[in-house]
């Protein structure tokens, strides 16, 4: 077993015994914690009661956080004529049709967010395998296959995030980075929270929110009171 270096040792005694404890207590104790030398990301994991393999109970949603993610997101557009140009002009980094299409294929994938118009979904469609397991793929239902284009683009890069349950019931993002206010940090997760629960599916079966767990990205974890970070 690796010998762990001090500071790690110091942070995960720091961290010993707390559990289940309110939103702001467990962002003090992992901003006051963390010693990485860059800025790390906030990080949210939630255990749910569902499972992702029946589509009945498939969780996926998108959420605005009001303060940011604090990542500078590069967004693709899939659009042809003047929804191209609309996509440029909304700040979008990478924009195109075909050529785009056979830059993924080459496996050039330097975006963070895929958006096309449904008029696009022929060519998009044969990228399944490619952007799926990424989870890049376009989908109407988070609003990525769109005609507002201008308004997907300007939202992807104003701090939307996107969440989908994976194998085990796992939700998990990023909600901040470490040099956000603790206050700015809290009021992102409870709305992350806020949009996971919303997002419920029918076949979801007892408990829903099982646990939800906060870290930073080099830091030890720290569950989190369900019924603190579901408040308003």
């Given at each position: 077993?690796?010998?762990?270096?001090?500071?790690?040792?110091?942070?995960?005694?720091?961290f010993a015994?707390?559990?289940?404890?309110?939103?702001?207590?467990?962002?003090?104790?992992?901003?006051?914690?963390?010693?990485?030398?860059?800025?790390?990301?906030?990080?949210?994991?939630?255990?749910?009661?569902?499972?992702?393999?029946?589509?009945?109970?498939?969780?996926?949603?998108?959420?605005?956080?009001?303060?940011?993610?604090?990542?500078?997101?590069?967004?693709?557009v899939?659009?042809?004529?003047?929804?191209?140009?609309?996509a440029?002009?909304?700040?979008?980094?990478?924009?195109g049709?075909?050529?785009?299409?056979?830059?993924?294929?080459?496996?050039?994938?330097?975006f963070?967010?895929c958006?096309?118009?449904?008029?696009?979904?022929?060519?998009?469609?044969?990228?399944?395998?490619?952007?799926?397991?990424?989870?890049?793929m376009?989908?109407?239902?988070?609003?990525?296959?769109?005609?507002?284009?201008?308004?997907?683009?300007?939202?992807?890069?104003?701090?939307?995030?996107?969440?989908?349950?994976?194998?085990?019931?796992?939700?998990?993002?990023?909600?901040?980075?470490?040099?956000?206010?603790?206050?700015?940090?809290?009021?992102?997760?409870?709305?992350?929270?806020?949009?996971?629960?919303?997002?419920k599916?029918?076949?979801?079966?007892?408990?829903?929110?099982?646990?939800?767990?906060?870290?930073?990205?080099?830091?030890?974890?720290?569950?989190?009171?369900?019924?603190?970070?579901?408040?308003?």
């Amino acid at each position: 077993m690796a010998k762990l270096g001090k500071r790690t040792r110091a942070a995960r005694e720091a961290f010993a015994g707390k559990e289940e404890i309110t939103v702001e207590e467990a962002v003090s104790l992992i901003k006051a914690n963390a010693n990485a030398k860059f800025d790390e990301t906030i990080e949210i994991a939630m255990n749910l009661g569902v499972d992702p393999r029946h589509a009945d109970q498939m969780v996926r949603g998108v959420v605005g956080l009001p303060n940011g993610t604090g990542k500078t997101m590069r967004v693709a557009v899939f659009a042809r004529g003047a929804k191209a140009e609309e996509a440029e002009k909304a700040g979008a980094d990478i924009v195109g049709a075909e050529d785009l299409m056979e830059s993924v294929q080459s496996g050039k994938i330097d975006f963070d967010r895929c958006i096309a118009t449904p008029d696009m979904m022929p060519i998009v469609g044969r990228l399944g395998k490619v952007l799926g397991p990424r989870n890049l793929m376009p989908n109407p239902k988070v609003g990525t296959v769109t005609m507002d284009v201008a308004d997907a683009v300007k939202a992807a890069k104003g701090g939307e995030v996107q969440f989908k349950a994976e194998k085990g019931g796992v939700v998990h993002a990023g909600i901040g980075k470490l040099s956000f206010d603790e206050a700015k940090l809290a009021e992102n997760i409870r709305a992350f929270v806020g949009a996971v629960s919303k997002a419920k599916p029918a076949g979801a079966k007892g408990t829903y929110m099982k646990k939800i767990n906060l870290s930073s990205t080099m830091g030890p974890g720290v569950s989190v009171a369900v019924e603190n970070a579901t408040a308003e």
